[in-house]
């Protein structure tokens, strides 16, 4: 089984619609982080988590809302879906090895398009 | 601001060629730098980090080296597979950013049988 795992994978909604994406992991790391992938623009950082209870804003936190409900769970809401949300969204989650070999393990990604 | 950039963004070599992809970063006040490969439809791998008090990393058929002062990271793949195909990212722990990773856009990579 996969360690990050992401749902649903794929999600057409509609432009007002509010939605969640959720991510899982089975590694037991503290930090868990949401980012979004556009062609030409690469990744960038949505929201991360120190752990239960610490959220901070990444770089395009405007537009949408995260809840750690638990150390293995971590999810992104859209409350208002537009458009320019369409993107590939990434979980990813990494432990205190330090920062000089702290690395990140993705999840597979959810392709959003927002109609 | 940290920015990151990968030259060039797409390559297609012929299998059996050697390759070298390009990284540099604008700010040297790093953690580390790694090397992900993205395939299709799936998430992004780890395939090497360097640390910033180190000058390369070596795994199989990969060679990773980072000189820190000019900002300049390089990936070395030697004799290109098929199965090489992907696209390769660089990103930086950053030390303004509450150590958070700074990506590049990607190299696109296609090896030729």
């Known amino acids: 089984d996969a360690d990050v795992t992401q749902t649903p994978r794929n999600r057409i909604t509609k432009t007002g619609k509010r939605i969640m994406l959720e991510c899982s992991q089975t590694?037991?790391?503290?930090?868990m982080y949401w980012y979004r992938q556009d062609p030409g623009l690469g990744l960038r950082l949505i929201y991360y988590?120190?752990?239960?209870?610490?959220?901070n804003k990444g770089e395009i936190s405007d537009g949408y809302s995260v809840s750690r409900q638990a150390q293995a769970k971590f999810s992104l809401s859209l409350e208002s879906a537009i458009p320019n949300q369409t993107a590939l969204y990434f979980c990813?989650?990494?432990?205190?090895?330090?920062?000089?070999?702290?690395?990140?393990?993705f999840g597979p990604g959810t392709r959003l398009l927002v109609l | 601001k940290q920015e990151v950039t990968q030259i060039p963004a797409a390559l297609s070599v012929p299998e059996g060629e050697n390759l070298v992809l390009n990284c540099s970063f604008t700010?040297?006040?790093?953690?580390?730098l790694q090397w992900f490969r993205q395939d299709p439809g799936k998430g992004l791998t780890s395939l090497l980090l360097?640390?910033?008090?180190?000058r390369e990393q070596t795994s199989g058929r990969l060679n990773a080296s980072l000189d820190k002062s000019s900002g300049r990271s390089t990936l070395y793949i030697a004799a290109s597979q098929p199965g090489d195909s992907a696209t390769y990212l660089c990103?930086?722990?950053?030390?303004?950013?509450?150590?958070?990773?700074?990506f590049g856009k990607g190299t696109k990579l296609s090896v030729k049988p």
């Open positions: 990813a989650t990494s432990d205190r090895t330090g920062t000089v070999r702290e690395t990140q393990y």
């Open positions: 590694k037991g790391h503290d930090r």
């Open positions: 988590s120190f752990d239960v209870k610490d959220i």
């Open positions: 700010d040297s006040a790093i953690y580390n």
């Open positions: 360097i640390q910033s008090s180190q």
């Open positions: 990103a930086v722990r950053d030390g303004g950013s509450q150590g958070n990773l700074i």
